[in-house]
């Protein structure tokens, strides 16, 4: 057996297929251009589409090492990461794929060629199964010399049936496993064989060869692909631990590296590493995959892959505690993985700076918040743990969440190793009202709405050709109509005038919503009969079919007519300007703020926006949104050409080409590339697909007028152009002209006129403090001669009428003058009941703060909490405030003394 290094096995495999006809295709984004999934999760994911029929490319046969992550839905594995020796959120697949081209044979033929004869695996270290329904997978494995009857087991759908997902392309499999030897088994059965599917250590699934049958929809209905094809899927770190006799995953030269560093980082030796081996897989094996997904594009958040990122960083954090690690230290581990795995990934290396800065915020983050949330937590199975308790409640779950930020993960780590358990339903209940709570009304973006109308008329008819686009020469055409929709998206023979709906006809000057880009609008007449309709918006489908939403002003239109299509000229100029505009930007701010590769993180290019979202970790300042205004107009005002070439991805790559989004030109012959030539060298070049602007003078000037952030990470900006620009200019001067009169100066007189005023203000504001601090002060005190006795304490319980910020002012004052006491203060704002509690250190062993808290919440229709000595909360019901404060303070008069 050839003893192999991963990159080693990665380039042989690939090339391996190259040489038996297989176009190797790069690894697409772990960010999937699919909506049913959250991350790349198999090899065969960027072919969806080519597996259903939907597209189309110019080759019949893959290969490709994939970057894939399984942290969610059906594909977890995140509980298994750590104790397991093989299980990983992130890892590579290298599979084969045909599409329509070979099937069985070919595919079972060359993985056996593969394993024993390229890579020199016994052959009688191999058991192979297969589906039980399935007679032609044993009759070709048997069709090989080496291969034993014995050594196919014959397996139920739950081991050899796969699919994506719960709807998508599947179909039965043969499975290819390793065997370690009898000395292996962990099982400690005297049967111990593949067939009882039980974990046992002595078998490794090597490698599954998918045949890809059948497409499932989401009621089960399973329906035959328009081409069988072959999908395998090998893990690379599985095959790696065979090639290099290591006896887990984590012992090839894949983690090795990264132990080493955290070993390292720890102070550990060998010993003590393996004594604590799980925290040093965790934080292996999570630090590869916050590496990969940031190098894509995912920053820490709080919604979908941004929360499963900063879950990711976030337990590792806490493993590394486990370790003794203080401080930020994953940043060395993500440079390891850079270094070690830079070469096959070239975009880590591009992105190394911004990778760091992203794990550093987000250490720096969480550990704002750790201390306190472990002592939380500490005190909360302490308490549990006398009173016989072993679940932490789903409220209680949120709450560490909410206010601490550890995510349910690791707060299910921290009970697993205590002996406890989380109600995990009871936090998703939670999770689920906090989202009711805060959903704002949030538009979609333009267009979605529009492509799920589409893809539901596609499947309402016969499958469309693709539509002909003629938009980047002609702004007019003349077309035949092959399809009509009604506004419930059923085909119709006609539309008639004042209704709505979707129109396809064979070749289109209108540019369809893409890239950011919005879409053309405009008319379109019939040429057979009287008949004018307006083109409200345009979306495509997979299938490149362009689906025209109109409204019928006049007449008739029916499948079959020929047409006349006119786009809105000169909102489609305004457009142009904006895009070519958006690659200047673009570059502008790559240059100024030191990226060697793309930032862009999304954007919206229309005929009177501007908006561009880009990756960054600080707003920018005053002097570098000169820099790049300056940049850019300097770009304008030289009115560079703007080339627009067909070009091989890899040649378009070579020569700095940027595939912002890899997805859109992954499997195409030629990808289109937009180059902006400055002085003869390349200002800016990318992968394009919208319409721009012949020469950069077209724009005329730029201004970035607005700049904020989106999400941790992300900032976007608002550029105004050309007559936008004028517009915007406009209402400046006019604003301008507002506060002149208001404020009674000239536009020289402005500022110092507006200093005074801000001054006075200032006074004002500090003698009203003044007051606030006299009224508090003399409240405490009326409030102190008020007390009441209870046993062993004091209690002082009131409702006052004082903003929060003061009645916790207030709570903190009359806390101070109490030996041991209790304070309950409460107000009533907006109609809502507000509490807040505190009690003397020495009095937290009887009583509590959030308890109170918790207590009077209860009676005012709310919630609350905190920690023994401080809590706050309220209610919607204030009219029940004084009942709430004088029930409390009763049973604390009541309470029994202590010793």
């Known amino acids: 057996m050839k003893a192999l290094k991963a990159a080693q096995i990665r380039e042989s495999f690939l090339k391996f297929f190259e040489a038996r006809g297989h176009r190797v295709v790069p690894s697409s984004s772990l960010v999937p251009d699919d909506p049913t999934l959250l991350f790349t999760n198999a090899g065969m994911v960027q072919f969806k589409n080519v597996f259903l029929g939907l597209e189309k490319r110019p080759y019949t046969r893959a290969t490709s090492c994939q970057k894939c992550m399984r942290v969610s839905g059906k594909h977890n594995d995140l509980e298994e990461v750590g104790p397991s020796p093989r299980h990983h959120t992130f890892f590579e697949m290298l599979g084969n794929f045909s599409f329509g081209d070979y099937f069985k044979r070919e595919a079972i033929h060359w993985a056996w060629e593969l394993l024993t004869r390229e890579w020199g695996i016994p052959p009688e270290r191999l058991v192979i199964t297969v589906h039980k329904d399935d007679e032609e997978a044993p009759r070709y494995w048997l069709e090989l010399p080496d291969v034993r009857e014995s050594q196919i087991l014959r397996m139920g759908d739950a081991t050899n049936f796969w699919s994506m997902g719960d709807v998508g392309p599947c179909g039965p499999t043969t499975e290819l496993h390793y065997d370690w030897g009898p000395e292996a088994c962990t099982c400690g059965r005297p049967d111990c064989s593949v067939a009882l599917d039980n974990g046992c250590g002595r078998w490794l699934e090597v490698w599954n060869l998918v045949f890809m049958q059948y497409d499932q929809a989401p009621d089960g209905r399973r329906t035959p692909l328009p081409k069988p094809g072959v999908d395998t899927g090998m893990g690379l770190e599985r095959i790696a631990s065979v090639l290099q006799h290591a006896p887990t995953n984590y012992d090839t030269d894949l983690f090795r590296p990264l132990l080493r560093k955290i070993r390292e980082l720890a102070g550990h030796s060998e010993e003590q590493m393996r004594e604590h081996i799980v925290p040093y897989r965790v934080i292996a094996d999570h630090g590869r995959a916050m590496t990969f997904l940031i190098a894509d594009g995912v920053v820490p958040g709080n919604e979908e892959r941004s929360y499963v990122l900063r879950m990711l960083i976030r337990r590792a954090i806490r493993f590394g505690k486990k370790l003794g690690l203080e401080g930020p230290f994953l940043g060395e581990v993500a440079r390891v993985v850079i270094q070690t795995m830079g070469d096959a990934y070239p975009e880590l290396r591009e992105r190394e ?26 005190q909360l199975l302490a308490e549990k743990a006398r009173k016989g308790e072993r679940v932490i409640t789903g409220e209680e779950a949120f709450f560490l969440h909410d206010t601490h930020g550890f995510h349910v993960q690791i707060i299910e780590d921290i009970a697993r190793e205590r002996g406890f358990t989380v109600d995990r339903a009871g936090f998703e209940h939670e999770m689920r009202k906090q989202k009711e709570r805060s959903k704002a009304a949030s538009p979609l973006a333009l267009g979605k709405a529009a492509v799920a109308i589409a893809t539901e008329a596609a499947k309402a008819t016969e499958k469309l050709p693709p539509t002909r686009f003629v938009g980047y020469e002609r702004v007019e055409a003349e077309s035949a109509v092959v399809a009509l929709f009604n506004e419930r998206n059923e085909p119709v023979d006609e539309l008639r005038e004042g209704q709505k709906g979707l129109l396809v006809v064979e070749e289109t000057p209108f540019y369809a919503e893409a890239g950011g880009q919005v879409a053309d609008t405009g008319l379109i007449e019939n040429k057979a009969r009287p008949g004018r309709a307006h083109v409200l918006d345009v979306q495509k489908d997979a299938r490149g079919v362009f689906y025209h939403r109109v409204e019928v002003l006049e007449g008739a239109f029916r499948r079959g007519d020929a047409c006349a299509l006119k786009i809105d000229v000169e909102r489609r100029k305004r457009t142009q300007r904006n895009h070519t505009a958006t690659h200047i930007l673009h570059a502008a701010l790559r240059e100024v703020l030191g990226h060697a590769g793309g930032i862009q993180a999304g954007s919206r290019v229309a005929p009177d926006e501007l908006r561009f979202d880009f990756t960054h970790f600080a707003p920018l300042s005053d002097e570098e949104i000169a820099k790049v205004e300056a940049i850019a107009n300097r770009v304008i005002l030289n009115d560079c050409p703007v080339e627009i070439t067909f070009e091989p991805l890899e040649e378009a790559k070579a020569r700095g080409a940027m595939a912002l989004f890899p997805e859109d030109y992954q499997g195409k012959e030629k990808v289109r590339v937009v180059t902006i030539r400055e002085d003869g060298r390349p200002f800016s070049v990318e992968l394009c697909g919208g319409t721009h602007v012949k020469h950069t003078g077209e724009i005329g000037l730029f201004k970035v007028v607005r700049e904020e952030g989106v999400s941790a990470g992300v900032r976007r900006v608002y550029v105004a152009t050309g007559d936008n ?37 200032e006074r004002l504001e500090r003698e009203l403090e003044q007051l606030q601090a006299q009224r508090v002060r003399a409240l405490a005190e009326e409030l102190l001669a008020r007390r009441e006795q209870a046993d062993g304490f004091e209690v002082v319980a009131a409702k006052v009428e004082l903003d929060v910020e003061a009645m916790k002012a207030l709570a903190d004052l009359i806390a101070e003058k109490l030996d041991k ?8 704002k907006d109609g809502r009941a507000v509490l807040v509690a505190k009690v003397s250190d020495a009095l937290t062993p009887r009583v509590k703060a959030g308890d109170l808290v918790r207590e009077a919440a209860q009676l005012v229709g709310g919630k609350g909490g905190g920690t023994p000595r401080f809590a706050q909360g309220g209610g919607p019901d204030a009219a029940k405030l004084d009942e709430a ?10 309470a029994k003394a202590k010793g």
């Open 353 to 378: 700076g911004f990778i760091l800065k992203a794990i550093a915020q987000e250490e720096e983050r969480f550990e704002r918040t750790y201390q306190a949330g472990m002592a939380w937590i500490e």
């Open 821 to 828: 006491g209790v304070v309950l203060l409460g107000t009533a």
């Open 725 to 761: 620009l004028l517009r915007h200019l406009a209402q400046k001067e006019r604003l301008l002209k507002a506060l002149e009169e208001r404020l009674r100066a000239s536009e020289a007189e402005l500022l110092k006129k507006l200093e005074a005023l801000l001054k006075e203000r």
């Open 885 to 894: 404060l004088r029930h409390v303070a009763r049973k604390l008069k009541g």
